[in-house]
């Protein structure tokens, strides 16, 4: 069965740092291109960064640029997303997914996989 499982969430203080990491299993990642997608409570899900296959493309929505950097290891099968400067607005459950078609969205209804979600919470 493909699975998509996300991990290295937790509790920060604002201005900390985390790594979180989107393993995949069943299924070759390196064909996909694959989005982090996050949903604070009360929010709708947004879509906050996208890596293609190769690396050759990635994308960040404007409130985590200069902070949030995604990255993979396809030889791993997984993606990561550095996470620095972290604020209080970036509260919420993290998501990775991955589509099939190679390019970078920011739409969450364009993606076939889903992981389960991974929590974070920056406060003080």
């Known amino acids: 069965q493909l699975q998509l499982v996300e991990s290295g969430g937790g509790l920060v203080q604002p201005g900390g740092s985390l790594r979180l990491s989107c393993v995949a299993s069943a299924f070759h990642l390196p064909n996909y291109a694959i989005g982090w997608f996050r949903q604070a409570p009360g929010k709708e899900r947004e879509g906050v960064s996208c890596?293609?296959?190769?690396?050759?493309?990635?994308m960040s929505t404007d409130s985590v640029k200069g902070r949030f950097t995604i990255s993979r290891d396809n030889a791993r099968n997984t993606v990561y997303l550095q996470m620095n400067s972290l604020k209080a607005e970036d509260t919420g459950i993290y998501y990775c997914?991955?589509?099939?078609?190679?390019?970078?969205?920011?739409?969450?209804?364009?993606?076939?996989?889903w992981g389960q979600g991974t929590q974070v919470t920056v406060s003080s």
């Open positions: 997914a991955a589509r099939l078609n190679d390019y970078c969205s920011p739409y969450g209804d364009q993606y076939e996989y």
């Open positions: 890596i293609t296959s190769s690396s050759d493309t990635t």
